[in-house]
Protein backbone atom coordinates (compact mmCIF):
# COMPACT_ATOMS: atom_id res chain seq x y z
CA UNK A 1 0.00 0.00 0.00
CA UNK A 2 1.46 3.30 -0.92
CA UNK A 3 1.13 7.06 -0.59
CA UNK A 4 -0.14 7.59 -4.37
CA UNK A 5 -3.10 5.74 -3.65
CA UNK A 6 -4.49 6.41 -0.24
CA UNK A 7 -4.01 10.26 -1.06
CA UNK A 8 -5.55 9.52 -4.43
CA UNK A 9 -2.22 11.63 -5.90
CA UNK A 10 -2.58 9.17 -9.10
CA UNK A 11 -3.83 10.74 -12.16
CA UNK A 12 -4.42 9.48 -15.82
CA UNK A 13 -1.93 11.61 -16.73
CA UNK A 14 0.85 9.76 -14.74
CA UNK A 15 0.31 6.32 -15.91
CA UNK A 16 1.68 4.53 -18.56
CA UNK A 17 -1.00 2.60 -21.07
CA UNK A 18 -2.71 -0.95 -19.47
CA UNK A 19 -1.53 -2.47 -22.92
CA UNK A 20 1.60 -1.86 -22.50
CA UNK A 21 3.96 -4.32 -24.65
CA UNK A 22 5.71 -7.47 -22.68
CA UNK A 23 8.90 -6.23 -24.31
CA UNK A 24 8.24 -2.31 -22.62
CA UNK A 25 6.97 -3.80 -19.21
CA UNK A 26 10.75 -6.12 -18.90
CA UNK A 27 12.44 -2.59 -20.45
CA UNK A 28 11.47 -0.29 -17.23
CA UNK A 29 11.48 -3.20 -15.44
CA UNK A 30 16.11 -3.91 -16.08
CA UNK A 31 15.83 -0.13 -15.86
CA UNK A 32 14.12 0.93 -12.70
CA UNK A 33 15.01 -2.14 -10.34
CA UNK A 34 18.38 -3.48 -8.99
CA UNK A 35 19.21 -6.27 -6.15
CA UNK A 36 20.32 -3.70 -3.81
CA UNK A 37 19.21 -5.17 -0.97
CA UNK A 38 17.29 -2.47 1.41
CA UNK A 39 18.32 -2.23 5.14
CA UNK A 40 14.46 -2.73 6.07
CA UNK A 41 14.56 -6.06 5.68
CA UNK A 42 16.56 -6.97 8.49
CA UNK A 43 16.41 -3.45 10.49
CA UNK A 44 13.22 -3.22 13.01
CA UNK A 45 14.37 0.37 13.10
CA UNK A 46 13.92 1.19 9.41
CA UNK A 47 10.10 1.61 8.63
CA UNK A 48 8.62 2.00 5.00
CA UNK A 49 5.49 3.92 5.63
CA UNK A 50 2.75 3.55 3.35
CA UNK A 51 0.64 6.44 3.38
CA UNK A 52 -2.31 5.00 5.32
CA UNK A 53 -1.86 6.77 9.48
CA UNK A 54 -3.66 2.99 10.50
CA UNK A 55 -1.39 0.65 8.83
CA UNK A 56 1.71 3.33 9.54
CA UNK A 57 1.05 2.83 13.11
CA UNK A 58 0.13 -1.02 13.31
CA UNK A 59 3.64 -1.43 11.82
CA UNK A 60 5.44 0.44 14.08
CA UNK A 61 3.94 -1.09 16.66
CA UNK A 62 4.57 -4.54 15.31
CA UNK A 63 8.87 -3.97 14.61
CA UNK A 64 9.09 -3.12 18.81
CA UNK A 65 6.62 -6.23 19.71
CA UNK A 66 8.31 -8.88 17.41
CA UNK A 67 11.28 -9.78 16.08
CA UNK A 68 11.75 -9.06 12.21
CA UNK A 69 11.31 -12.01 10.45
CA UNK A 70 13.35 -11.74 6.62
CA UNK A 71 11.66 -13.15 3.88
CA UNK A 72 11.49 -13.30 -0.04
CA UNK A 73 9.04 -14.11 -2.74
CA UNK A 74 9.32 -14.11 -6.62
CA UNK A 75 6.87 -12.09 -8.40
CA UNK A 76 6.93 -14.39 -11.99
CA UNK A 77 5.73 -12.72 -14.95
CA UNK A 78 5.28 -15.58 -17.44
CA UNK A 79 5.98 -13.99 -21.12
CA UNK A 80 2.80 -15.17 -22.90
CA UNK A 81 1.41 -13.35 -26.23
CA UNK A 82 -0.70 -12.23 -23.05
CA UNK A 83 2.14 -12.03 -20.61
CA UNK A 84 0.31 -13.94 -16.70
CA UNK A 85 1.40 -13.34 -13.34
CA UNK A 86 2.00 -16.82 -11.75
CA UNK A 87 0.74 -17.33 -8.00
CA UNK A 88 -0.08 -19.89 -6.07
CA UNK A 89 -2.98 -20.51 -3.49
CA UNK A 90 -1.59 -21.69 -0.06
CA UNK A 91 -2.42 -25.06 1.64
CA UNK A 92 -5.39 -24.85 4.00
CA UNK A 93 -3.79 -26.86 6.59
CA UNK A 94 -0.91 -24.65 7.59
CA UNK A 95 -0.89 -22.39 10.52
CA UNK A 96 -0.31 -19.13 9.15
CA UNK A 97 -2.21 -17.77 5.69
CA UNK A 98 -3.89 -20.90 5.07
CA UNK A 99 -5.49 -21.27 2.10
CA UNK A 100 -4.85 -18.09 1.01
CA UNK A 101 -3.40 -16.20 -2.34
CA UNK A 102 -0.01 -15.74 -2.47
CA UNK A 103 3.61 -15.41 -4.59
CA UNK A 104 5.56 -18.49 -4.29
CA UNK A 105 8.37 -17.91 -1.37
CA UNK A 106 8.82 -18.23 2.20
CA UNK A 107 11.53 -16.99 5.23
CA UNK A 108 15.36 -16.78 4.36
CA UNK A 109 17.28 -19.43 5.52
CA UNK A 110 20.74 -18.76 6.49
CA UNK A 111 21.98 -21.06 3.87
CA UNK A 112 20.65 -19.02 0.80
CA UNK A 113 23.07 -16.60 -0.65
CA UNK A 114 20.94 -13.45 -1.54
CA UNK A 115 16.83 -12.60 -0.76
CA UNK A 116 16.95 -14.12 -4.75
CA UNK A 117 18.13 -17.21 -4.23
CA UNK A 118 15.62 -18.14 -0.90
CA UNK A 119 12.62 -16.83 -3.60
CA UNK A 120 14.26 -19.02 -6.51
CA UNK A 121 14.67 -21.62 -4.06
CA UNK A 122 11.53 -21.72 -2.81
CA UNK A 123 9.55 -20.97 -6.09
CA UNK A 124 11.54 -24.55 -6.64
CA UNK A 125 10.13 -26.29 -3.59
CA UNK A 126 6.38 -25.18 -3.19
CA UNK A 127 5.76 -25.48 -7.44
CA UNK A 128 8.09 -27.01 -9.42
CA UNK A 129 9.85 -23.54 -10.93
CA UNK A 130 12.80 -24.71 -12.39
CA UNK A 131 15.68 -21.65 -12.12
CA UNK A 132 16.65 -22.06 -15.87
CA UNK A 133 13.17 -20.69 -16.38
CA UNK A 134 13.61 -18.19 -14.57
CA UNK A 135 15.37 -14.64 -15.69
CA UNK A 136 15.38 -12.56 -12.17
CA UNK A 137 15.19 -8.71 -13.12
CA UNK A 138 15.36 -6.83 -9.71
CA UNK A 139 13.97 -6.48 -5.95
CA UNK A 140 10.46 -4.35 -5.43
CA UNK A 141 10.34 -2.57 -1.80
CA UNK A 142 10.47 -4.65 1.58
CA UNK A 143 6.46 -4.90 2.75
CA UNK A 144 6.37 -5.28 5.80
CA UNK A 145 2.94 -7.30 7.57
CA UNK A 146 1.28 -7.47 10.71
CA UNK A 147 2.64 -10.93 11.89
CA UNK A 148 6.34 -9.42 11.52
CA UNK A 149 7.19 -10.38 8.41
CA UNK A 150 9.69 -8.39 6.12
CA UNK A 151 9.08 -9.55 2.41
CA UNK A 152 11.43 -8.59 -0.38
CA UNK A 153 9.92 -9.56 -3.52
CA UNK A 154 12.66 -10.53 -6.66
CA UNK A 155 10.42 -9.54 -10.24
CA UNK A 156 11.61 -12.10 -12.60
CA UNK A 157 10.83 -12.89 -16.07
CA UNK A 158 9.49 -16.49 -16.74
CA UNK A 159 10.16 -18.45 -20.10
CA UNK A 160 7.17 -20.45 -21.50
CA UNK A 161 7.81 -24.27 -21.76
CA UNK A 162 7.91 -25.36 -18.00
CA UNK A 163 6.23 -27.77 -16.02
CA UNK A 164 5.03 -27.44 -12.79
CA UNK A 165 4.97 -30.17 -10.24
CA UNK A 166 2.62 -29.10 -6.68
CA UNK A 167 4.41 -29.70 -3.07
CA UNK A 168 0.84 -30.24 -1.41
CA UNK A 169 2.55 -30.04 1.58
CA UNK A 170 2.64 -26.13 0.87
CA UNK A 171 0.77 -25.09 -1.70
CA UNK A 172 -3.00 -26.57 -2.60
CA UNK A 173 -2.82 -25.03 -6.51
CA UNK A 174 -1.07 -22.76 -9.28
CA UNK A 175 -2.75 -20.81 -11.38
CA UNK A 176 -1.93 -17.62 -13.43
CA UNK A 177 -3.66 -14.02 -13.64
CA UNK A 178 -3.53 -11.79 -17.27
CA UNK A 179 -0.75 -9.01 -16.11
CA UNK A 180 -3.10 -6.14 -17.66
CA UNK A 181 -5.79 -7.20 -15.02
CA UNK A 182 -3.17 -6.76 -12.05
CA UNK A 183 -1.66 -3.79 -13.32
CA UNK A 184 -4.98 -2.26 -13.69
CA UNK A 185 -5.99 0.48 -11.09
CA UNK A 186 -9.81 -0.05 -11.62
CA UNK A 187 -9.19 -3.51 -10.22
CA UNK A 188 -7.46 -2.35 -7.17
CA UNK A 189 -10.06 -2.32 -4.36
CA UNK A 190 -9.66 -0.74 -1.16
CA UNK A 191 -10.78 -3.07 1.98
CA UNK A 192 -10.32 -2.15 5.63
CA UNK A 193 -9.49 -3.90 8.75
CA UNK A 194 -9.41 -2.61 13.24
CA UNK A 195 -6.33 -3.50 14.81
CA UNK A 196 -6.50 -2.16 18.32
CA UNK A 197 -9.08 0.61 17.56
CA UNK A 198 -7.25 2.09 14.24
CA UNK A 199 -8.50 0.96 10.73
CA UNK A 200 -5.97 -0.10 8.53
CA UNK A 201 -6.60 -0.22 4.95
CA UNK A 202 -5.09 -2.81 2.14
CA UNK A 203 -5.97 -3.83 -1.72
CA UNK A 204 -8.32 -6.14 -2.74
CA UNK A 205 -7.63 -7.80 -6.63
CA UNK A 206 -10.62 -10.30 -6.90
CA UNK A 207 -10.35 -12.03 -9.95
CA UNK A 208 -12.75 -15.07 -10.79
CA UNK A 209 -13.07 -17.46 -7.74
CA UNK A 210 -9.72 -15.94 -6.28
CA UNK A 211 -9.31 -13.29 -3.80
CA UNK A 212 -6.28 -11.56 -3.88
CA UNK A 213 -5.61 -9.29 -1.16
CA UNK A 214 -3.07 -8.03 1.62
CA UNK A 215 0.49 -8.55 1.10
CA UNK A 216 -0.09 -9.99 -2.37
CA UNK A 217 -2.40 -7.42 -3.63
CA UNK A 218 -0.29 -4.89 -1.59
CA UNK A 219 3.07 -6.08 -3.77
CA UNK A 220 0.95 -5.91 -6.89
CA UNK A 221 -0.01 -2.40 -6.23
CA UNK A 222 4.44 -1.74 -5.71
CA UNK A 223 4.77 -3.34 -8.78
CA UNK A 224 2.01 -1.13 -10.76
CA UNK A 225 3.64 2.23 -9.19
CA UNK A 226 7.83 1.44 -10.01
CA UNK A 227 6.60 0.09 -14.07
CA UNK A 228 3.61 2.05 -14.82
CA UNK A 229 3.62 5.01 -13.51
CA UNK A 230 5.99 7.40 -14.83
Known amino acids: MTKSVLKDAVSAGTAAPLDMSSSEFFRRAHERLN ?12 LA ?3 DFGTDAMLEIIAKERPVRPAAVLV ?7 PTVLLT ?12 ISFPGGKIDPTDASPMDAALREADEEVGL ?3 F ?17 ILPTLARVRPGFELTINTNEVDAAFEVPLAFLMDPVNHKLGSKEFRGMQRSFYEMPFEEHYIWGATAGMLRAL ?5 LA
Open 49 to 51: PTG
Open 89 to 100: KRAEHLNEHAGQ
Open 76 to 82: PIVEREV
Open 134 to 150: VEPIGYLDVYATGFGFR
Open 35 to 46: FDVPPGLTDAAV
Open 130 to 132: KQN
Open 224 to 228: YERIY
